[in-house]
Nanobody, 124 residues
Framework: QVQLVETGGGLVQAGGSLRLSCATS????????MGWFRQAPGEEREFVAA????????DYADSVKGRFTISRDSAENAVFLQMSSLKPEDTAIYYC?????????????????WGQGTQVTVSS
């Protein structure tokens, strides 16, 4: 069982920045990927960004490219999402996710474990 704990959400004005963190309990040499998804009220959960733990290559949704950066810290066993130039449409619950595979994945049902989510609200 992999545990994921997100922190760092909050309320910010448009144009501001937030940094989300996700601590994971996993320690393995098996390839895996970690991602961030978000879900706004009445909307489906959507892909935001992902990072392959081995090698550190990343993928981003077009809507966040150039504004968000995903990174990892192997020593802390954590993944981060630095969000800048935030817009009101970025308002959502943000979820950290874990996938037992090192290949890219942008659909939620390909991830095996999820955190509890953290609320991000961007005011205009």
């Amino acid at each position: 069982q992999v545990q994921l704990v997100e922190t760092g959400g909050g309320l910010v004005q448009a144009g501001g920045s937030l940094r989300l963190s996700c601590a994971t309990s996993v320690r393995t040499f098996v390839p895996f990927t970690m991602g961030w998804f978000r879900q706004a009220p009445g909307e489906e959960r959507e892909f935001v960004a992902a990072i392959r733990w081995s090698g550190g290559s990343t993928d981003y949704a077009d809507s966040v490219k150039g504004r968000f950066t995903i990174s990892r810290d192997s020593a802390e066993n954590a993944v981060f999402l630095q969000m800048s130039s935030l817009k009101p449409e970025d308002t959502a619950i943000y979820y950290c996710a874990f996938r037992w595979a090192g290949s890219p994945a942008t659909t939620p049902n390909t991830y095996d474990y999820w955190g509890q989510g953290t609320q991000v609200t961007v005011s205009s």
